[in-house]
């Protein structure tokens, strides 16, 4: 079993910047592709990015551009990180592992 669990979200103002952080349990952290999705209410999950175990990083066309993923084995941390954030952007961004483990969550709005 893998616990995930994500912080760093909040109430940001449009062209603001945040980043957030997945911790994920395991010793083979290294070896986990790691991946950012997001919700918003009435809308399905969408993908944000994602980041392999060699590095490779995908990214959906809304977030080229303003987010960078990246990760930090030692710390077993995944981090996502947002600018230029527009009004589209709120959610709730989740972080996955294998996709197969997901955290609960970490709110992100965006508004003035």
């Known amino acids: 079993q893998v616990q995930v669990a994500e912080s760093g979200g909040g109430l940001v103002q449009p062209g603001g910047s945040l980043r957030l952080s997945c911790v994920a349990s395991?010793?083979?952290?290294?070896?986990?592709?790691l991946g950012w999705y997001r919700q918003a209410p009435g809308k399905e999950r969408e993908l944000v990015a994602t980041?392999?175990?060699?590095?490779?990083?995908n990214y959906a066309d809304s977030a080229k551009g303003r987010f960078t993923i990246s990760r930090d084995n030692a710390k077993n941390t995944v981090y996502l990180h947002m600018n230029s954030l527009k009004l589209e952007d709120t959610a709730v961004y989740y972080c996955?592992?294998?996709?197969?483990?997901w955290g609960q969550g970490t709110q992100v709005t965006v508004s003035s």
């Open positions: 395991g010793n083979t952290f290294r070896f986990y592709a």
């Open positions: 996955s592992v294998n996709r197969f483990y």
């Open positions: 980041i392999t175990s060699s590095g490779t990083t």
